[in-house]
Structure formats: C-alpha cells, structure tokens
C-alpha cells in the first residue's frame, strides 16, 4: 500500500513513526524542511517540501499511484483544497481533516463529493465522544468501533467491584458466551498481551473485550458497573472552546448536570445561547477561591479543555487537591498521559493528537486486511476471506497461530461468533485478528497476504 501524507505535524509524526514500521511505502509533503529533513534522517522516506494547494502540487509524480491520501495540516480550508487536488490527480481515497468547518444535513454528502473528499476526521467530535464516554461510563478506558459501529472493541479499567475479579479468564468467557461477547486483550504493568485462559483478573488491569454495541448495556451490567453510569452526575467543564461546547451539549442531554467555564466575555454569552441547560460561569478556571465559590467541591468531574496545555495542568491539579472529582485534562504531547496519570493526582488524560491519529486506523490497509487497532506491541487486524482464500475450510485450531496470535471475533452473515478451535473458517467471513506486531508479516502469510 502506498501512502500520502500532507502534514508533517503531531498527528502526523506520530503515524508516520508507526507507519514506518509497518513496512508501509510512505511520501510526506509539508512546508517545513527541518521537520521533512528529520524525517528523512530518522525513517529513510521520501519527503516533498511544497505548499499543497500550489497547482503544481498536481503534477507530483507520486500522487496518481497513491492508494492514500491524508490531508492533516492544522488548516480545514488547506487540507480540503489538497483533498481535491489529490483526487483530481488521480488518488484513490482521500481522508480530510476537518476541525472547525461544518459540513452536516442532507447535502453532506454531495458536498464532499464535490470537493474529493472521501472521508473526514473531526479532532472535535473525537475528543468530545471520548470524553462523554468517560464520564457516562467511568470505568470505560478505551472504544473502538468495527463494522459501521455494529461491534466494538470495549478497554475497561478493573476496580474492586467489578465481578469478574478474582475469576480466571476461561470462567468470565463463558458467562459471557451467551452475549456474543469475546475477550480479547489485557493490559497489566504496562503490557498488553492475550489472556491466558487460566490466568485470574486482578483488580486495576485494563481488559479488552469484543461486544456488539447492542449488548453494552448487558456487558456492563455483568461487571457490575451498571449503577455506577445510571447516576446522575455533576461536571464542571473549564474551557468553551470547541471541545468544550461540544461536550457540554452532550452531557447536558443526559440527565448529568454541567457547568462550564469560559473567560472570555464574549464566548461566554454566545455559549449561553446555545446550551439549553447548562450553567456558563464566567471566570479564568485556575482561579482558586471563584472555583470554590462555584461548588468545585460538589462536584464528580472536571475536566478542563483549554487550548493551553499548562492551564489545563494547573486546573485539573487545583480541582483534585480541594475536591474528590475525577479529574481529566486536555494535553497537546501524547507522552504526557502516561506520566500524569502514573505520577499525579489526574485521573485521565487525553491528546486530541493521539485520538485523531488512532482514528485514522480505520483507513489504513489494502485489499483484504486493515489495521484497525493498536496498543503496545498488540495489534488488530480486519481481514476479509473470500473464495480461494487460505485458511477457508480450516478449523482455527488447525491453523498454528502461535502463542501471540488469536482470532478474536468472527463476523458471518449479520451474526457475531466467538472463536474456538474447532470453529471452520468460511468465505465471506470477517475475522478479527489479535497479533504481535513482530509475528504480523508471518501470520498473513498465513492467510495468503504476504509480501
């Protein structure tokens, strides 16, 4: 697969680097030549330095074989000039990033269309998703979605009342046999590996499961955690940005309670206007004494999304030393989340730079295989069998997949199936594989897909 990427930014950089090792033929074009230049030093690619809404742009050789192009630059209107220009020169998907410009209604699709856009990526709708999700379900760490969101790949981090504590892996797969749910991954001292059937969930590990979105309702109540998302909360968001606004309409569409800072006047009361429900205070969020004076104490989370990492830093630590709220705080550099929340009093942390380039998983693959889902050295492949396909008419069991390596759900027909061993693979099937990033050339060779 031939990829193009526009933007040599965070997001950016940060596929690129996981690209890279993937032995996926990578061309980046940015204005910045130091960035290009550190590009081509660290992972030996082709770099273009050139202004991607320049018309010459349409004459790079490496445009018409592109299989991928990504517009990513920090600029809606740019990345959507390029998109089109791209189209034009003969690339077969494009994906746009879009931030700030609405494209919504009936005619959205016609209007992408008409500018060579093939599929968007909002940061602002990531984000605010990823955010409502954690304090509806507080447990809930990580989502993916499969299949136009039919199933979803569930990271849930293990508190003490959740009831699969202390039960071994092979006991907790098959009370959830019936639900069609599959467990997939676990998470435990910073290693992400399969289970082991025998082994027994421990209280603080992170698990992945497999599970149609309409059996959610039913996962969570199994674990325990089904109270703990009925209650209706109180959120104090600090910042009414974008992802601020967009999560405060959200949240206050649910039966929680919203209050939202903003500081600038202006903002302030335009916000107002359109939330409904929510209370807009209008105050610098890493003021002491007015958060108090607003019930920073009552309260069961803050979050804070400014634009400025440093504010967010200072407000979410404010938050926790004079309250109990979970604290959850908007960061530019994804090597922050580890280190605040190991070495602080911040429960979670979030990069809009991380979400948007996990996002942009979806996309990449070719043909048969997609690379859907990453953490650590665990990946999760998409793969399609048709007829002729190898691995049609095996068993699972019979196909040595080695001990890194598992399928994980079985998509046949409009049904989910659980693997087993004795489960005969067929054409049409959708399997999702759970792989060692090292093992990933050996096992699609096993499927037929090798280089």
């Not at 050139?50 to 809606?76: E, G, Q, V, W, Y």
């Not at 907790?172 to 910073?190: K, T």
Request: glycine share 8%.
């Amino acid at each position: 697969m031939k990829i193009v990427i526009a933007g040599a930014g965070e997001v950016g950089f940060h596929l690129i680097e996981r690209l890279y090792r993937e032995g996926i033929s990578l061309s980046v074009i940015d204005t910045d030549k130091w960035i290009l230049q550190e590009l081509k030093d660290k992972f030996d690619i082709q770099v273009d330095q050139a202004n991607i809404i320049d018309s010459r742009f349409l004459r790079k050789a490496h445009l018409k074989d592109a299989d991928l192009f990504l517009a990513i630059t920090n600029s809606d209107e740019t990345n959507m000039i390029a998109c089109k220009m791209a189209k034009s020169a003969g690339v077969k998907t494009t994906v746009c990033r879009i931030r700030s410009v609405q494209l919504e209604g009936a005619k959205k699709d016609a209007s992408l269309a008409s500018l060579g856009i093939d599929h968007i990526i909002n940061p602002v709708e990531l984000v605010a998703d990823e955010l409502c999700q954690m304090v509806i379900a507080p447990n809930l760490v990580d989502r993916h979605l499969f299949d136009e969101g039919r199933l979803a790949l569930f990271g849930y981090q293990v508190q003490d009342y959740n009831r699969f504590v202390g039960k071994t892996f092979a006991e907790i797969q098959s009370q959830l046999r019936g639900l069609s749910i599959s467990l997939a991954l676990l998470s435990r001292q910073e290693r992400c590996f399969l289970p082991d059937p025998e082994h027994r969930l421990e209280v603080s590990d992170q698990l992945y499961v497999f599970c149609p979105t309409a059996h959610h309702a039913q996962l969570r109540e199994e674990m325990g955690y089904t109270k703990v998302s009925a209650k209706s909360k109180r959120v104090m968001i600090n910042g009414g940005g974008h992802i601020g606004l967009r999560l405060a309409s959200r949240l206050e569409k649910t039966a929680h309670q919203v209050r939202i800072i903003e500081p600038n006047e202006v903002r302030a009361q335009r916000i107002a206007g359109r939330l409904s429900k929510a209370m807009v205070l209008q105050f610098d969020g890493t003021e002491l004494k007015k958060l108090e004076a607003e019930g920073v104490d009552e309260q069961d989370f803050f979050i804070s999304v400014t634009s400025l990492e440093e504010v967010n830093l200072t407000a979410c630590l404010m938050a926790k030393q004079h309250s109990d709220a979970k604290a959850i705080c908007l960061v530019k550099q994804q090597e922050l989340i580890a280190i605040l929340e190991r070495a602080t009093a911040i429960d979670r942390a979030i990069s809009p730079r991380l979400t948007t380039s996990r996002s942009l998983d979806q996309f990449i693959g070719e043909g048969r295989v997609k690379s859907a889902f990453s953490q650590g050295s665990m990946q999760i492949l998409e793969l399609y069998l048709q007829n002729g396909s190898k691995g049609v008419g095996l068993k699972i069991g019979d196909l040595e997949l080695g001990d890194a390596t598992a399928i994980g759900m079985v998509k046949r027909g409009e049904s989910f199936v659980i693997p087993s061993a004795s489960l005969v693979l067929e054409a049409g099937d959708l399997i999702l594989l759970l792989v060692h990033r090292l093992d990933k050339p050996m096992i699609l060779e096993k499927f037929g897909l090798g280089s």
